[in-house]
């Protein structure tokens, strides 16, 4: 509307400003109050006297100073979240030459917090934000100073952009503005308290004008069951003048460190006493030299037994294949796999109400409209989803569902550009976050957080006798329901596609178990990635021998048994015909697509349908890496596929490709009021219901029977889960070298346990002969190494006792180990066990039994044989909090994973070697189901056995060996924290027979105990 500037309207306006200014004047002259005299109701309109206290202050974050009491309050409110608990106040006063600022923050919850230091490269995390806008007395410009602390004390001071609100931008990252200069000159520290934080904070005086404009925002870090919360003073998009009173105190505050929550401070190596401790210490720690490790090429013995393995699958596949000319081949070969697969994957979920909460609707009036949905999946399991809808359809429309690749959730921008692009040209496009990414992370909003998510969820997963691919499938069944309620819907349409690198691995497996995918578009699945032709060298098989795939961490990429039923990853696809499909890559082939093995049986199969019309493939720009990688599906490989699904189904193909990156915050589905609504739970409380469920139900089925039928029962059920766990007989055992000391001798042999399966071990004898020889075994994830460094004091009193010590390293542990770390890297081996039908413990268990029996077959008295499973892992600190996934850019806390290999290894001997004298074990879980506890977990994969709670856990196995001498010391939880007498007792009952548990094991009470029990 315009404006006509006339004598009347300039009169008006600006006798209304005069008016303005003078109330203005009279408020702010009212509000003025001597020191300690002070109330003030906040509004746009109120000017905030800061007040200056003479008492004295210590920035060191506790708040408990005098001083306080006589800053000014500043609420932190949000009345649209009081549901979710209070933001909690701010206060500000001036101390001499500084304007002193505080926060307590209540939080119920763990903490969310990474960074540390001055001006930081800021993660996502709980934080609370000053906003300053005022005339530099320095400089005389206007400035708007945006404040930024965290509960570790991190520190961000910047030029803020826009009108000096807080309201902008969620996090201050570090392209936000220009940091300030006199960031260093700022005093800080931030304590963290039973729920709660505090922060201090004060800022010279000299660099800030004595009037302008504040405002206060506190950021709650996004959690996997409430969305991102913010309380704000004084209220969302408002600000308070401010005139700060000149102070005549002539001191400054007084700057007081404070020290960060920390672990628990590594363990020295123990101290040998004893000269014959000290004579332990020194031992050699290795079997083999260093040439022999060369030239026996130790560090690939694991990898080459694994790959040979692999590849006798491979070629009996091929033999089968070979002989499949018919449909009813076809059907014969593929049943049978198909059938392994859903054994594997095991029954889906109940249907149960999706109960959809559209929380925005958007229409920006371009010829697509967005919904924000949350549905449910599971009872309070929700997912959060994107559906991009024509803004005007006509009839019954197509849908295509999008999985998006684990690089990023559904807020990335070509999952954008398909969702608006294909909407416009009138098709339905679903995009959701998967478990792990976006608003339905488990654990941190952090960078690559999906990648780590999917490595810890996944283990728990497994525990529970479930798989992360399944539960995503699951959602994505859930999602073609969702689609199927809106009447406009095709239902002969409906066209799944999953994106490349994590995405393409669900859907071909949803196309399997879903009838109504019309077609399936897996990216990046089908046989090798396509880097790998570029990175890997030259392929391990022949062209009519097809790839089953390799190990990998993220657990939806490797799925156990796939590769001993041979549901290989072009299986899966080629099952779909004859619905279409099209074989989709990233980047270019290397040559062309007729040269790929996968594509030559695609053909094959399609072939006997008849169906080759419904057989495509598409690929991007090679080589890798290149111009062609994409994070997700690139617009280049978008208009090879449109033509496709226009001829198969007559989807229309896009005039243009449309380009508009909407704001995250707008693309977000789970409002608190949502939440309220839901109610979501995680993936771990959820897997936890299960679990304890099923494992009631497994303890009750045995509840009837006598000791020794529970104790066969639960040898036979757990050997289903275990794997090969039968030991070598008449193993091949050989001495490589052997040593005298002063009153021991030293032997370095080797033993077979499997064909090409060679362990390096050492026995130390004593010199003094018993009456009755004993033998202790030692196990741990360390090795004997860790044992010969950590251990020295307690090995040297188990010889000068006349005790054996056999001190061996089952594989992948110790010298096996080579230079793998723990964390998702190091998971390789267990993962290619479980594509194999076997679980790293199961083998590990044969190896340990083997040994246990050649000890026994040398001695007179095979009841001499005792266990020691140990850890060589400091548990994390009990307040530890700052939990973070393995693989991430380190904290500043340290965490560390436990090791319980060597206690479970121990307990699982016990159970099936009944000659077991006794087992001391030190540093182990509590319990599995622990693991379930909380959404982190701190356990490395190998120790994970694919529905070990389905049946037993540790407590289970303890009380089947019994009244045989068990000690427990140390016990950790899932989160590697040590746990009480009282947690030990309530699991593990207090009238147990023999059983001894300790919180301690100090000053050799495992050997002590192992002595007394010969």
Known sequence: MKMFYTKENYYFLHGGLLIFLLYFTIISISCIQQKREFTYSPSIYTTLNIPAVPDPLAIDGKLNDAFWQYAHILPLTNRTIDHFGQGGE??????????????????????????????????????????????????????????AANPLGALSLWKASGSGTSNTRAYPLENEGTPVEWSNNVLIAAVIGQAEWTVELALPLEQLGTIGFISLERVRAPRPNVPELRWYWPALYERVDYIMASSNAESSPVFQSTTLPHNRVNKPPETPGSSLAKEVATLPKQVWTEEEHKSLEISSMLERSIQSRIAAFAEEEKLAFREV??????????????????????????????????????????????????????????????????????GKIPAIIVVHSHHAPKTQSELQDMGMTWARSGIAVLVMDQICAGERTQT???????????????????????????????????????????????????????????????????????????????????????????????????????????????????????????FFPWFLCAAVAPRPFIYSFEIGWPKTVEEEPAWARYKKVFDLFGSRDKLAEVHGLGPFPGPGECTNVSTFLRKRIDPILNRWFQIPIPETEYHKVWPEPELMCLTPAAAVEHKPESVSAVAMKLALQRLADSRSKREGLTADERKKALQDELKKKLGDIDPMNSPAVRTLWTRQFSNFSMEALTIETEPGIMLPFFLLSPKICPQHPSVVITLAEGGKEGFLSLRSNEIASLLSDGITVCLPDVRGTGELSGQRSHGPGAMGLSASELILGNTMTGLRLKDTRTIFRWLAGRSDDPNCIALWGDSFSDPNASDFQFDQSPGQLPGPLQQRQAEPLGSFLALLTGLYEDSVAAIACRGGLISFSSVLED?????????????LLEITDIADIVRTITPRPVLLAELVNGLNKKVNLSLMENEYGRQIQNLTLTEEAENQLLTNWLTSKY
Not at 104 to 127: F, K
Not at 355 to 378: A, Q
């Open 325 to 394: 000319r018919t449909i009813d081949d076809w059907e014969r070969f593929r049943d049978k796999r198909l059938a392994a697969m859903s054994n594997w994957i095991g029954p889906l979920p109940e249907r149960t109400p999706l109960r959809p909460t559209i929380t925005r609707r958007s229409n920006c009036g371009d010829g697509f409209i967005i919904e924000n949905i949350v549905y449910e999946s599971r009872p309070n399991f929700i997912v959060t989803a994107n559906l991009y809808l024509p803004e005007k359809p006509s």
């Open 444 to 566: 941190q909003p952090w960078p690559r957080e999906s990648y780590y998510g999917r490595y810890a969820t996944g283990n728990q997963l497994y525990l529970a006798g479930e798989s992360l691919i399944k539960w995503m499938v699951w959602d994505i069944i859930r999602g073609v329901d969702l689609l199927l309620k809106r009447s406009y819907i095709d239902p002969d349409r409906i066209v799944l596609l999953g994106a490349v690198a994590g995405g393409g691995d669900p859907a071909a497996l949803t196309a399997n178990l879903d009838s109504r995918i019309a077609a399936v578009i897996p990216f990046n699945f089908g046989e090798a990635g396509p880097e790998e032709h570029y990175t890997s060298g030259p392929r391990l098989y022949d062209f009519e021998t097809a790839d089953p795939g390799g190990a990998y961490w993220e657990t939806t990429r490797n799925i156990p048994n796939s590769v001993a039923e041979q």
């Open 935 to 947: 959404n982190f977990c701190h356990i490395p994969q190998d120790v994970v056995v694919p529905g």
């Open 90 to 147: 701010a206060r500000v006063a001036v101390r001499g030459d500084y304007l002193c600022l505080s926060a307590r923050i209540p939080e119920s919850d763990r903490l969310v917090a990474h960074s540390t230091g001055i001006n930081p490269t800021w993660w996502r995390e709980d934080m609370i934000v000053w906003m300053f806008r005022y005339k530099s007395p320095i400089t005389n410009l206007n400035m708007s100073v945006a404040i």
